[in-house]
């Protein structure tokens, strides 16, 4: 799999977990303490997110890093 | 957990599995691509490093992603 193939999985993978907790854009920006922008540009594969903002997502969705990088297993 | 002690957590956690394979921080930048100073500041808790590095490591280590971030768990 290419590395924007990955990025995109990994995005598409948050935002099905999001939408399943039937969050907005704007409130997961708001539990991670990150802006809507990068949000959005991380669902669409735009971001090659750092380490410490894949843990506040991950936490935001009340999840471990690790089960959400299982979107990318 | 402050921030850097996840990172600084995370790194430790990849010297364990590199160590406990037998492998130099020098076989592991080549085994991912990646520079060994990199390597170095990754174990070092040094980076905040970014999803694109952690597949990466994860690989080279091989392990997937999502079990190499259990070391964060």
Redesign the interface.
Known sequence: MT?NN??RK?GEHIRTIRKAQGLSQEQLAELSGLHRNYIGGVERGER?????N??RIAHALGM???????G??
Chains 1, 2 share one sequence.
């Open positions: 590395e990955q990025l990994f090659n997110l750092a380490l410490l894949i843990i471990s890093p690790s089960e959400l990088l299982k990318l297993d």
